[in-house]
């Protein structure tokens, strides 16, 4: 047997990177500026210029980026944030974290993005109950694939409601000729290790054009400090922010980053075209780029395949096995079994494939010889 294969290769990514990464984080070392160093501000001009924004705050986690803006909007009890019931829980928690409801809505099956129409009946559905106040719709960039951000603005635009992207799998990929980062208001991305551009530890970003939101983050990150006096304590805040050794690895990363889309996306094009006819090649939109940090394929008797293909040493991955409203966390905010179609199907059928930038096109070719061996 042939050895077993990573589903992220990170090893081979810091081999590829190694003198530029030891060096910028030994510079870190030496200056000793741990937290707020000189180098997150670096990155965050970095990220404002790559994405096309004039304000990136840089925070702890991308689940920091989800809850800072909403904090900031000062949503809580007695309040509706609007998403998507097929997405990773950190979605669905931070508005559970600070008092506020989720209201899950169902996905469209060609880019399991949220559906802009399940959107506005679901809004419709809760001015009707009229318990809580709809505040906030929360949309994911599932898989890469931006969500419908023409159609998802208009919806909030017409119901006076704050509209914050989620892109934690999406950070490089654009619409139109914007990139993620520019597509929202307000958008959130993370730097987990495995997601597309990783740290070496925690970390996200917040992106947006609006300069009084940006002040507003960055006392919130800080404790909810004035930003020129950091014991002038003016809001609750959190201790949100980006350690400087990972903004040091992140400048690194950044400055690969274009190479390793351009990567992913040939990886991307080779498995579309390789695989068997009975795999569901993941969607591809005329206006949208996929920042691919997951290949994620839908096929029948997938249990099946994810099992013949360990046996091979090829790892893969069902994301999501449940649908938000099936959790035992989440049940009480959905209406069960059947309530959202879409989501509840696809976590039948879903199964990642190996995806990253260094994949090898040998690599490729074997994992889809061992897709189409288990389907024969
Ligand atoms: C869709 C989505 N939102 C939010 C997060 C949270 O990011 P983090 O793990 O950096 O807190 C993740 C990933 O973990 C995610 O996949």
């Known amino acids: 047997m042939t050895s077993p294969l990573p589903f992220i290769d990170l090893q081979a990514q810091y081999r ?13 070392l030496e200056h ?11 990155l965050e001009g ?28 000062d949503i809580g009890p007695g309040d509706a944030v609007f998403l998507p019931a097929f997405t990773y829980t950190a979605t ?20 399991y993005n949220i559906d802009p129409a399940a959107l506005e009946r679901a809004i419709a559905a809760v001015r009707r109950e009229g318990r809580l106040k709809p505040r906030a719709v929360i949309a994911v960039d599932l898989f890469g694939l931006p969500a419908d951000y023409a159609a998802i603005g208009a919806v909030c635009q017409r119901e006076k409601l704050f509209l914050l992207a989620d892109a934690a799998q999406s950070f490089g990929a654009s619409q139109g000729n914007r990139r993620v980062g520019a597509l929202a208001p307000v958008t959130a ?5 495995a997601k597309p551009l990783g740290a070496y530890g925690d970390g996200g970003a917040i992106f947006t054009d609006d300069a009084e939101k940006a002040d507003l983050y960055r006392s919130i990150r800080f404790h909810g400090s004035s930003n020129a006096d950091r014991y002038e304590i003016l809001r609750i805040g ?35 075209r390789l695989l068997p006819a009975a795999v569901k090649r993941p969607a591809r939109t005329a206006s949208s780029s996929s920042a691919w ?23 893969t991955a069902v994301y999501y096995p449940k649908p938000l409203h099936y959790q035992v966390a989440y049940a009480r905010y959905g209406a069960g079994p059947g309530s959202l179609p879409v989501a509840e199907s696809l976590c039948a059928k879903v199964l990642a494939l190996p995806m990253h930038s260094d994949l090898d096109d040998a690599t490729i070719d074997r994992i889809v010889a061992a897709v189409g061996d288990a389907l024969a």
Do not use: H, W
């Not at 000793?32 to 670096?42: K, N, Q, Y």
């Open 92 to 111: 669905a928690e931070v508005p559970c974290a600070i008092g506020a409801e989720p209201v899950f809505v169902d996905v469209d099956p060609v880019t």
């Open 238 to 272: 959190t201790n949100g922010r980006l350690d400087t050794i990972q903004a040091a690895v992140l400048m690194v990363k950044l400055e690969a980053y274009p190479g390793e889309l351009a990567r992913r996306e040939a990886a991307a094009q080779r498995y579309d």
């Open 293 to 315: 940090p997951l290949y994620v394929t839908e096929m029948a008797g997938r249990d099946r395949v994810k099992a013949s293909l360990a046996k091979l040493g090829i790892p």
């Open 32 to 42: 000793g500026r741990f937290i707020l160093g000189p180098e997150v501000a670096e």
């Open 189 to 193: 991305t993370s730097f987990f290790p």
């Open 16 to 28: 590829r990177l190694k003198p530029q990464i030891d060096a910028r984080v030994m510079r870190v």
């Open 46 to 73: 970095a990220l404002s210029s790559f994405c096309g924004v004039r304000e990136t705050v840089t925070v702890a986690s991308g689940t920091e980026a989800l809850r800072i803006p909403l904090m900031a909007e």
